[in-house]
């Protein structure tokens, strides 16, 4: 069973970048991320996960996070979530640990140093046992339970993505059958766009793109038909999973599992079993790079 986590943090590169290396770890399972106190807070309060990546020295002032957050934690929950630190400065490092943070990673974060992060996590998540135990008996075998099959799926070297809705009131709406555990994980997420009492059922593996029209969003799909959304490509960008889509320019966001091609000279990507090619901005260079890794963190094979 995989240790849910979330991201908060004011930088949304960051957050991409922390997410792609969490990737990696099959023991690891993405629910949601947040930039700023508020929002934070309430997510962790809402989906109490296991872990959580904070940034406690934003750029961004206003979005006032910081290691307030953890003591804020203990005034609602009786199992605070394993915290990391990711931040840009050591100047912090010793007040952090006071909080007993898991650990204090270092922006970028190194692939090798998150390994190490997580293996604290895991050895943290052992050692709430025995209070589990005195405390309630019986959490201590649902807790066990999870790390017995936490330490198989780490020997695993495969990635599973799951992927989380952000926000289940939209009209634009995820599956809330997956939401609930009922439909197999293995199963793909169903975008519904409804309009009038008119419910269309998409499956995200057949959606290539999705390209912006004015205040609307035409759904391109991999049979040739198009599906328009009144939503902007903005709506799209939030409450789609980012582990599958990404924005690579103003007018578009692509399916990652749909990428054949990408020429980073031309500044194109290009749509498998097609001749369909998408631009993509010097402005989302971030997020192409991220496809790049993903691709290549995967079965993959370079000549």
């Not at 020295?57 to 203990?74: M, R, T, V, W």
């Not at 998409?202 to 391109?220: C, M, W």
């Amino acid at each position: 069973m995989s240790q849910t986590y979330i991201i908060i943090d004011d930088d949304k590169g960051s957050i991409l970048k922390t997410q792609a290396v969490a990737e990696r770890f099959k023991n690891l399972s993405f629910v949601a991320s947040a930039n700023n106190y508020d929002d934070g807070l309430n997510l962790i309060l809402e989906h109490q996960p296991r872990l959580v990546f904070l940034e406690i020295d934003p750029a961004d002032k206003k979005s006032n996070l910081s290691l307030a957050l953890i003591n804020e934690l203990y005034r609602y929950l009786r199992i605070v979530p394993k915290i990391i630190v990711t931040t840009d400065k050591k100047d912090l490092a010793y007040e952090a640990l006071q909080y007993e943070v898991v650990d204090y990673l270092l922006k970028p974060v190194n692939i090798n140093d998150f390994r190490k992060a997580i293996l604290k996590f895991d050895r943290a998540i052992k050692s709430d046992l025995p209070y589990l135990e005195e405390k309630n008996p019986a959490a201590t075998f649902e807790v066990l339970d999870e790390v017995l099959v936490d330490e198989l799926e780490t020997a695993e070297n495969d990635v599973v993505v799951k992927d989380v809705p952000t926000d289940e009131n939209q009209s634009v709406t995820l599956s809330l059958a997956e939401v609930s555990g009922e439909i197999p994980k293995q199963q793909s997420l169903i975008i519904c766009v409804k309009s009038y009492g008119d419910y269309r059922y998409i499956d995200s593996e057949d959606v290539l793109y999705f390209e912006a029209d004015n205040n609307s969003t035409d759904i391109h799909l991999n049979n040739g038909e198009m599906i328009t959304a009144f939503k902007t490509l903005k709506h799209f960008e939030t409450v789609l999973p980012p582990t599958q889509f990404l924005r690579i320019h103003n007018s578009y966001i692509i399916n990652v599992n749909q990428v054949s091609r990408i020429h980073t000279g031309n500044t194109v990507c290009y749509i498998k079993n097609s001749t369909t090619k998408l631009p993509f901005s010097k402005s989302y260079k971030e997020n192409v790079d991220l496809i790049i890794s993903r691709i290549a963190s995967g079965n993959y094979l370079e000549i």
